[in-house]
């Protein structure tokens, strides 16, 4: 193909549809890439889209959207259950009476670390069928196993692994979704994911409390027991769920069971029509080529700014102020309940908002992620310095509303990722290694920065914290705005040398292109009829 065949479109313009005006038996099949244009289309973007896409879709959101948010609910149920456990019996059981428990979630996130990037590399080698449901699987049994550990040692171990098989997931499903889906289909479906696993933390506590109180005692295990069991069998189906129903890539060459060979044709046009690159040999050229890049060190930063620029919840930390003694406030006090219940409109309407800007970054912002970024930085700044510099007993409902509405502007984090994804479409490699290391990252420095800006101690006032989180939030927008440069500063430098920002990156991809047409031929992937790719 061409450069014009080819060309990268930005992400702000773009949603596939099959050009009709060309007949059934023409000779030449466009697949147009045009932005939304009707309400139906605002809402769910298939509605704009010809019928055999409509029905590809309609396949690939019913078996990865659905098999992605139900595992993440897991992923993060398996994680945070120790938690559960420990208040349930295991502490006595297991004799952890000094720092056991920090010490089994420390080893959790090493083995959490280790596995992101090599996981989402892997990817590009390997289909993800196989690779995300071993992963679940793995967890399932390393959830099970601890059922039956008799030392905390023993719970050391098996707690590693679990970080290590859950490691690859949440990365993992960002690169498959940036691998099926268009700049107009990726954000809603990315912030849906994520926010599976959000709700999911909500009712965790409520199913880990039915799982202790109905089985505690039976067949003579302790209640924290039964804990780890069940959420390890309800994991496994999954995976095996999974190996039937997860798909392989459109760049892989190889036909999922459950397309047809036209819908498989048809999922491998739409990510050449906005520049999803397949796999690529490694090389040392190509080693430095991506370490030489902007964007490996600025994508990853932008992510671990906005996932550390959130302010730690201390609402709770606030109410529960009030029973102190001498009162702050006297004849004014909150029950166990209120504390544990006046929080939750907060992630109401942090769900709802984030749900919002999914929506409107596919549909009337076109793809755009950008604004979306910078609004929410804008908006946590300003609740940022309102939680630092209120007084924290003149204005009680004052700052309860404050409080509720504090996390509207923390949605970006999806649209951050789906970025990368679109930023990095013509190299696979780069953008699965970029997506891993941003999470990763992110991850490390939210295990290390608390310790020191958001003390225990220190809340509800925790000026030190809200501190960071300002400070973060001005970074986080100049980091955006930097980003935002440099991508039209490559898209001017594309158009100036052929689809490349220099020449010789020019001569490197069409020799690749020469490669891939081969290797597309050896593998059948041809139809009939002569394709071409236009972007208006």
Known sequence: MSYTDRKRVDSADVVVSRDVESGPNDSQETLIVKPIRTWKGYLWDTWDLPSDQRKLLFKVDAFVLTFASIGYFLKNLDQTNINNAFLSGMREDLSMHGNELVTAVSIWTVGYVIGQIPSNLLLTRVSPRWVIPTLELGWGVATIATSAVKSYRALYALRFLVGLFESGFYPGIHYMLGSWYTPQELGKRAMVFWLAGSIGLLFSGFLQAAAYTNLNGVHGHAGWRWLFVIDGIITIP????????????????????????????????????????????????????????????????????????????????????????????????????????????????????????????????????????????????????????????????????????????????????????????????????????????????????????????????????????????????????????????DRRRAAKYGGSSTAAEEDAQSSEEEQNDTKGSEKGLETKDTSTLSAV
């Open 238 to 489: 999954l995976a095996v769920m999974g190996y039937l129903f997860f798909p392989n890539l459109p760049q892989g060459g190889i036909k999922t069971w459950w397309t047809t060979q036209e819908e498989h044709v048809l999922s491998v046009k739409r990510m050449q029509a906005i520049g999803r690159a397949g796999k690529r040999p490694w090389t040392k050229a190509r080693v430095k080529e991506i370490l030489s890049s902007w964007h490996a060190y600025l994508l990853p930063l932008l992510y671990v700014v906005w996932n550390n620029g959130i302010p730690q919840p201390a609402m709770g930390y606030w109410l529960k102020s009030f029973n102190a003694k001498p009162a702050p406030v006297p004849g004014v006090s909150f029950s166990v309940p209120e504390i544990n219940n006046l929080p939750l409109p907060t992630t109401g309407i942090f769900v709802g908002m984030a749900l919002i800007w999914g929506w409107l970054s596919d549909g009337p912002f076109r793809g755009a992620r950008w604004p979306f970024i910078q609004a929410g930085a804008v908006i946590t700044l300003v609740f940022a310095v309102l939680m630092r510099q209120m007084p924290l007993y003149e204005n009680i409902e004052g700052r309860k509303i404050v409080f509720w509405l504090s996390n509207i502007g923390m949605g970006a984090g999806p649209l951050i990722l789906s970025w990368i994804n679109e930023l990095c479409s013509a190299d696979t490699e780069k953008r699965a290694l970029l997506v891993a290391a941003a999470n990763d990252l992110a991850y490390v420095v939210q295990a290390v920065a608390p310790n020191f800006v958001w003390k225990t101690t220190e809340f509800p006032l925790a000026r030190k914290g809200y501190t960071w989180s300002i400070v973060l939030q001005i970074l986080l927008i100049i980091v955006t705005g930097t980003i935002q440069f440099l991508a039209w500063r």
